[in-house]
């Protein structure tokens, strides 16, 4: 069986840890503003722990999100996780906007973190993420990211331990352009 070279394959078969990026339909900055980054990021806490995946790090945008957590047992319930999260944020865009039946989503990718050292890699890299925009100088200082969160949270020695892990060369997709917000 070949793979539909058009779009990401969800191979959701095991549990563990994912990276998960999703983005916006032509990368539109649909969610730009304070109160709807929030709303997109209250809605995905809020659909994390509805379908249990444990939030390590997080991080939202206008146009993008990533995020990586821990998957119950069944790891397939990613897909209704993400299309629960994709259809009740477009509705709202597209209510807020005007514009009922406008595709607000492209896709989603995730990738099973297999290796301790990827994992911490990519946690560093989704709280980090606002600063990999240039949106803000500390990571810490991105309301709708889990920098702050995890800052006040993590032992001492392990949030340092990632905070200072090498993110030039991790691979993750992240073209987006991000325009920085009042924050």
């Known amino acids: 069986m070949r793979d539909w070279p058009h779009s990401p394959v969800h191979r959701l078969t095991q ?13 539109l900055p649909v969610f730009r503003g304070p109160h709807r980054q929030e709303y997109l990021c209250d809605l995905l806490l809020e659909l994390a722990e509805k379908y249990h995946w ?3 790090a997080w991080a939202v945008f206008a146009n993008h999100y990533h995020f ?8 397939a319930s990613l897909r209704r996780m993400t299309q629960h999260l994709h ?6 865009a597209n209510r807020w906007d ?6 607000v989503w492209f896709q989603y990718r995730e990738t099973l973190l297999t290796f301790p050292q990827s994992y911490f890699a990519r946690l560093s890299y989704v709280h980090r993420n606002a600063v990999h ?3 803000v100088r500390e990571p810490s200082l991105y309301p709708w990211c889990s920098a702050g969160w995890f800052q006040r949270r993590a032992p001492t020695s392990f949030y340092k331990r990632i905070m200072a892990m090498e993110i030039d060369k991790v691979n993750v997709e992240d073209d987006f352009e991000v325009q920085p917000e009042e924050v």
């Open 87 to 92: 259809s009740v944020a477009s509705i709202q």
């Open 54 to 56: 444990d939030l390590q």
């Open 133 to 135: 925009h240039r949106i």
């Open 68 to 75: 990586v957590a821990l998957s119950p047992p069944e790891a």
């Open 98 to 103: 005007g514009s009922p039946g406008r595709k």
């Open 15 to 27: 549990a563990g840890a994912y990276i998960v990026t999703a983005g916006t339909y032509l990368k």
